[in-house]
């Protein structure tokens, strides 16, 4: 089966910088997900590693360690606007995107 | 380009009714895939279609089913409904073989 794990809340402040941790278990891996979901509305995507390291992407960088289950996303120079659900989710098989996602992650960000 | 539609957004249905949720995916996209969101939890996979066929399955019970069209449109359907399943029902778009599915704004259900 599969299991995949994350801070179920988190406290920031504005300016500050914030990671968040997933870890996984699971067959089949093809490539983590980091989604970003505000309150009521769909998500939205973040960033994809199927490779071991680093991927920046402006304000946002994902991080995947294959041989740990173990991925990251770091959010730099948070902004009030930055508070929603992060969610962690991994990609199973070659074909037709099935996606496990953790229980996400409600990141909240003071001033 | 019109991104990933659900209709309706939302809706209010009773013990034991049937319901049906629609999705239509993002322009060129051939497979769909649906997912049900508790309150304060992460999405759960329902089930995929790609050619009118469902291609895989989570564990959810018989009393859901779906349907894709040649348009490559998508329905949920839910029977017998429970407390529950209320939930936010979410669909994805991608192609087959790519990597990014695109979500729609969702189906708030609510069974009462």
């Known amino acids: 089966g599969q299991n995949i794990d994350q801070p179920t809340e988190m406290t920031a402040t504005e300016g500050a910088i914030v990671q968040i941790n997933c870890t996984y278990q699971?067959?089949?891996?093809?490539?983590l997900f980091w989604y970003q979901q505000h309150a009521g509305e769909a998500p939205t995507f973040l960033s994809y590693?199927?490779?071991?390291g680093l991927e920046e992407k402006g304000r946002f960088s994902s991080f995947l360690s294959r041989s740990k289950g173990y991925s990251y996303l770091l959010l730099k120079e948070l902004q009030m606007k930055d508070s929603a659900s992060y969610l962690c989710?991994?990609?199973?098989?070659?074909?037709?995107?099935?996606?496990?996602f953790g229980g996400g992650t409600r990141l909240m960000v003071k001033p | 380009d019109a991104g990933v539609t659900q209709s309706p957004t939302h809706l209010i249905k009773t013990r034991g009714q049937q319901v049906t949720l629609r999705c239509s995916p993002k322009?060129?996209?051939?497979?769909v895939s649906w997912y049900q969101q508790a309150l304060g939890q992460g999405p759960q996979f329902i089930f995929q279609?790609?050619?009118?066929?469902?291609?895989q399955r989570g564990n959810f019970p018989d009393r859901f089913s779906g349907h894709q069209f040649p348009n490559y449109s998508s329905e949920l359907n839910v029977n017998a409904l429970l407390l529950g399943d209320s939930a936010l029902y979410l669909c994805?778009?991608?192609?087959?073989?790519?990597?990014?599915?695109?979500f729609g704004q969702g189906t708030r259900l609510t069974v009462v």
């Open positions: 994805a778009s991608s192609f087959w073989r790519g990597t990014e599915a695109f």
């Open positions: 699971t067959s089949g891996f093809n490539g």
């Open positions: 590693n199927v490779l071991d």
């Open positions: 989710a991994v990609r199973v098989g070659n074909a037709g995107n099935m996606l496990t």
């Open positions: 322009s060129g996209h051939d497979t």
């Open positions: 279609y790609y050619e009118e066929e469902e291609r």
